[in-house]
């Protein structure tokens, strides 16, 4: 009869490790989660790094290093998860346990947005429209509101529809505004339906002779 080796929890691969460790913590047992959350971790499932901070984050559980939460936070960003690389920049944008930087900010929210992050493209976005921790730029603003504006994010439609409008970053295109104007009204934005309406009601240009 063969003999069925039980399988050693060194040997588990850290994928599996992570996903017990969701059904850990979906199930309430929060010091198991914590566990295999560190194992996997330490193994350098990304998931499981990103998972294990925020756990810290929220006192969930607790490390003797004080800065635990904050070093597998960015271990996670560094291994490219873009939600990891949007939470490390919102505590250097608002400095949460970290010294204040803006420009350090801009660069997480740089990584995360180029992943197709869309609130990191939107805070990017108002970096750039703004001149904080980057150099003022409308053209860079206008194209992340434009790549968050397709992702369906209704404020982005709003504001690349006004950029289009008044020509901010981007050529003046009143077809385009009226085309972003009317994404975000399609969605509730009662001011851009009131935009995408007043557009409509403007006569067309006379041909030039």
Not at 25 to 37: H, P, V
Not at 136 to 157: E, F, I, P, T
Request: avoid cysteine.
């Amino acid at each position: 009869m063969a003999v069925i080796t039980p399988v050693r929890a060194e040997s588990t691969p850290p994928a599996v490790l992570a996903e017990n460790a969701v059904g850990a913590y979906e199930a309430g047992r929060l010091d198991e989660a914590a566990r295999l959350f560190e194992r996997a971790a330490r193994a350098g499932n990304r998931l499981a790094q990103f998972n294990l901070a925020m756990m810290l984050y929220r006192k969930e559980t607790t490390d003797a290093e004080p800065d635990a939460a904050w070093r597998w936070l960015r271990r996670a960003a560094t291994a490219g998860l873009s939600q990891a690389q949007f939470n490390l920049a919102l505590l250097y944008d608002h400095g949460n346990g970290v010294k204040k930087s803006l420009p350090t900010a801009a660069e997480w929210y740089r990584r995360a947005a180029e992943q197709g992050h869309t609130e990191a493209q939107i805070s990017l976005a108002s970096m750039y429209f703004v001149g904080q921790g980057v150099a003022r730029d409308y053209a860079a603003a206008a194209r992340w509101y434009l790549a968050a504006a397709r992702s369906g994010h209704v404020g982005a439609q709003y504001i690349i529809g006004s950029m289009y409008e008044a020509g901010d970053g981007v050529a003046a295109d009143v077809q385009q505004a009226a085309h972003w104007y009317l994404q975000a009204a399609q969605q509730g934005d009662i001011v851009a339906r009131e935009k995408y309406q007043a557009l409509n009601a403007q006569p067309e240009p006379a041909p030039t002779q």
